[in-house]
Nanobody, 124 residues
């Protein structure tokens, strides 16, 4: 299983970025997908998830209203659109996958598979 995250970079506060995560080695449509992040000196935290079916999504309170998550099963890819970025969003962002999990549950259950992470830096 490989989860290849991309799209990170340096952006000014108030700007936007879109992260992508391409999956291989799994039947993508059977997997709930999520994004987590880890800021320097902090523990990894949940950001957003999307269910394996029906496209239901769930977000951490800190990003609700600013971030959206979507998936394209034809491309085996999940996206995280990040708008109105804040310096507090600076972190390494990881995509993750778990078999037949809903978005809400993924916020509470450790994923099975992790990607390598992509760095997002938001300058003030």
């Amino acid at each position: 299983v490989q989860l290849q995250a991309s799209g990170g970079g340096l952006v000014q506060a108030g700007g936007s970025l879109r992260l992508s995560c391409a999956a291989s080695g799994i039947t993508f449509s059977n997997y709930g997908m999520g994004w987590f992040r880890q800021a320097p000196g902090k523990e990894r935290e949940f950001v957003a998830a999307i269910s394996y079916s029906h496209g239901m999504s769930y977000f951490a309170d800190s990003v609700k209203g600013r971030f959206t998550i979507s998936r394209d099963n034809s491309k085996n890819t999940v996206y995280l659109q990040m708008n109105s970025l804040e310096p507090e969003d600076t972190a390494v962002y990881f995509c993750a996958a778990k078999f037949r999990i809903t978005a809400h549950t993924m916020a509470r259950t450790p994923p099975t598979h992790w990607g390598q992470g992509t760095l997002v830096t938001v300058s003030s």
